[in-house]
């Protein structure tokens, strides 16, 4: 299998879903290792970095990206298989930032009150014990955290013509920020321009779910991934698939549309995956279906509806293609 390793300047990043030129011209079958810089690009250093001073939320979320992919036209499914994550970076930062956040007066949750005090935490990792290390600013607490590698943003173009920010999530994924964005996920995303024109970003060493305060334990990112292409067939919403789940992913506001999105793609899945009639996939899904919180935060917010495979039939999406691409991904 190829191999392209791809490492972009910063005047190679795009801050977009849509809009920028190709970087690379890949074809389906094709193994890429991407670095990507952290969410604030790389200049939350110290504690004494402020997002105010630093920071400037046009352009943040810098994207690896686009890629071509040879074939791929509108309608077809984009997917991507995450065949490994690793910190590129021995350190991560996260930050509270003015009027940014899920527990903060913001831009559309206007208030009287002052913003939450401009705050900027840096995790060390410890590669040996595979660990970041939270430290308190107004304590001496210290806590060893696991790293949990993931990826915050993964999209291709929107379709029309759009260009959306990479803050966004929505149809064309983008900034889901969901922790089921990990290695040994593949992602099944509908093409909507020709070439798809995906980029991914936004490493996470660690989240919660929700991503609560706006910033995840950002890091720089290498990510191992495998290009192919399924003919047809584009789901409506971003879809992933791991060796435990069938998820599908809604973004909206207000929460419970995202809810709403997520669980009607999880039943039209489960009816396609086993024959039923989308009523029984319905009954069936709302027994059985786990509902993670991906982000409160993002310009849309993002749910995950998970169905657990160990409860269902064994049943193959798109042709069992993310069988295959473990079994590739076991060879890079």
């Not at 409506?236 to 998820?247: A, I, V, Y």
Request: charged residues 20%.
């Amino acid at each position: 299998m190829d191999v392209i390793d791809y490492t972009p300047t910063r005047d190679q990043y795009a801050y977009t879903f849509g809009g920028a030129a190709a970087a690379l011209r890949v074809t389906p079958g094709t193994a890429l290792r991407l670095w990507s810089d952290d969410a604030f690009g790389g200049v939350l250093r110290s504690v004494d970095d402020l997002s105010s001073a630093k920071v400037d939320l046009r352009f943040v979320n810098p994207q690896t990206g686009p890629f071509y992919v040879e074939g791929a036209e509108p309608g077809d499914t984009l997917v991507l298989h995450l065949a490994d994550l690793t910190p590129a970076r021995d350190w991560g930062a996260s930050a509270a930032i003015p009027f940014f956040g899920g527990m903060t007066s913001t831009d559309r949750v206007v208030t009287l009150q002052d913003p939450l005090p401009d705050t900027t935490w840096i995790y060390e990792l410890d590669r040996d014990r595979n660990t970041v290390a939270f430290a308190a600013r107004h304590s001496d607490h210290r806590i060893e955290l696991p790293v949990a590698p993931m990826l915050g943003t993964v999209g291709v173009a929107p379709a029309g013509g759009e260009v959306r920010s990479s803050l966004v999530p929505d149809r064309f994924g983008g900034n889901m920020d969901t922790p089921q964005m990990r290695a040994g996920t593949t992602v099944f995303l509908g093409v909507n321009v020709e070439g798809a024109l995906f980029s991914v970003g936004d490493g996470h060493y660690r989240q919660g779910e929700g991503e609560a305060c706006g910033t995840a334990v950002e890091g720089a990112m290498t990510t191992t991934l495998i290009v192919d292409l399924v003919k047809g067939g584009a789901p409506g919403w971003p879809r992933l698939e791991d060796d435990t789940h069938w998820m599908t992913v809604g973004s909206s506001r207000p929460l419970e549309d995202a809810w709403r999105i997520g669980n009607a793609e999880l039943v039209h899945w489960v009816a396609e995956l086993y024959g039923l009639h989308v009523m029984d996939a319905y009954q069936l899904c709302s027994q059985l279906a786990e509902v993670p919180v991906a982000n409160v935060v993002d310009a849309n917010y993002s749910v995950v509806v998970k169905a657990a495979k160990s409860l269902l039939p064994a049943a193959d999406a798109f042709g069992g293609i993310h069988a295959d691409l473990r079994a590739r991904a076991a060879t890079l």
